[in-house]
């Protein structure tokens, strides 16, 4: 995590410890002070203090501090404090230079008594409000990071290689050591905040990913709580896995309650948490901040961005104990810096924020139902977790996916691709010598020898009566499933008719040896094909995409994969058509695979517009047989040629 944005999160974390409800009848207390903004609860604020960039801010009561640099091309920065009920600064003072820092953490020690801590030193200070020094404290050599613990008079610090903690007392000078009592292996990774009550929360995690809160009381109790697998850890104890229109939430550390987040957006983000209460914010479209009463189960207030073609940053925030925010817009490439003070206390009613309680237990039986349900549908076998890493292959490996909030995001994502498909398509792609279809979903694979490629996304193979899919990103489901496809493409044409796939080389570049195609994944060097000539990474293909054939390398391996990168691309392509349209030789090739698709596909053959073809204009099957009858070349029949035991 930058240390800026841990620096602001710190801020948002001590803040939240007294965190009033928003939405009541509050007197407007800053209007007539400042100009307002772009909200009728948002005002501008110029507290001075320099002309450079805001690097820290901290609120507590009606007093706002901040760290600005002198200008923004210098490394020196002054601390401010300023009233915000006055409109008035009250004092101002340099701080130690150390180079380009701009590593600061910013808070209250005390109503009216803000401190710093260097994170580059770990030297802590207290200030009056007159910025008079009142506290300064740096600990011995040997420690990484340092979080203040104001309740407990106290700063908390720890190593990166350490396997525990280690408190200073600031009353008595005495020291004390708390070991985690993890195992060799792990670390400490960083700290979560001082606790409301005095003590601290930290984190530790291993090489292999695992993750543990370790909290200390001022008692000298600690504690040690798994972060389960899947979430992520952040300010405050939260644990969190998140995706659009479903958040995950863990708010108490070593408890098994999850809240569900219904209205998560795909662009929004954890910000800050404590207490019950988080912060999130998001780009794009809806409110640009978030403060959520997870307790409450609402919305406590949100903040619009405003329009234009370069809105505010909001970069550093900076909650108060009294219902307000202070939010700072650095815009470096304007050279403009501001603050804006959101009096959140104002904002309407509260609004449902689509939390349901739920646990772990039910969460795994939730996608055992989600996986049954779409297997049922579309007539094919799901596999997770243990079952997703058993099939069984000679080239790849599956290792095991039993993150219960990754497992969620995949089948809902699986189950929306699948839906695109037009009833009956995937039974139909299933060929007379198979009697089943499957989807394996495992963690990442791993290949067993120099014949497959390292580390793919997914392949195609089959096992006996069954052919299957592996897949270890739900993003490369419609490039295996187009393999699935082929094989009825592939089938036997009718006397006197035309090789689907054979045709497929007269849509590729005719002066290149074996129509540009390698017939395999490696180069001669046994390196992963990597020749981009005809392909639109080739950088000719930005100023002439009429030289551009292929979309990429990995599509001059087989025919195959050409058509799958396509058939990938296309359904996969956001509401802009991709750049492969750009390429009037790529155009073709999509057209001519939807209409073999079509062709071959009873299932598809009087559909309406697929979802696929949405960027395109489909051109019938026949226009393309008479284009090729015409050029009246003899083809070898390429259906199967160089097959290969799984296909990426």
Known sequence: MPRRTRAWLLALFAALFVLPAAGGQVRPRFVGLYWPAFQ????????????????????????????????????????????????????????????????????FWAPGQPYTLNEETLGLTAYDQDLKEILRFSPPDGFDLAAPDPIGQALWCAGFEGSGLTRFDLVTGESASYPAGLPAGWYFSRFLGASPQGGVLSLFSNNSGNQAFFSVEPSGGARLMPVMAGFTAANGGLAYATHAGDGLLMPTPGEGRVLRLSSWREDEYVAGFSQGFLITQAWGEGPALRLIDLDQGEVSAQLQMPPGDTPPAFDLVALSDQGYAVLSDNQYELNRFGLYLWDYSLSPASQPAGIRETTLPALREENDALASAIGEKHGIQIHIRQAGARFVNDTYYGNVLDEEPALTRALLNMQGQLDRFPPGMLQEALVPYYDRFAIYFSGPIGTRGEEGIMAPAGFASAYGGERYIAVSSARSLAHELMHLFEDHLAEPQEAGGRDLLADWLLLCPPEAE??????DYHDENGWELSDTRYTLDDPDAWENPGNAWFIDAYSRTFPLEDRARIFETLFLAGEDAPDLLSSPHLLRKAQYLCAILRERYESLRDAPPLYWERHITPIPYADFVSEFEALDIPLIPIGRLAPVPALC
Do not use: K, M
């Open 514 to 519: 074996n129509a540009g195609f390698y017939y």
């Open 40 to 107: 009728e609860d948002v005002f501008e604020l110029s507290p001075g203090g320099g002309f450079g960039d805001y690097t820290a801010l901290a609120a507590r009561g009606n007093l706002l501090a901040f760290i600005r640099r002198e200008a923004p091309d210098r490394p020196d920065s002054s601390l401010s404090l300023y009233d915000l009920s006055s409109a008035r600064a009250l004092a101002s003072i340099p701080l130690e230079a150390t180079g380009w820092v701009d590593s600061w953490q910013l808070g």
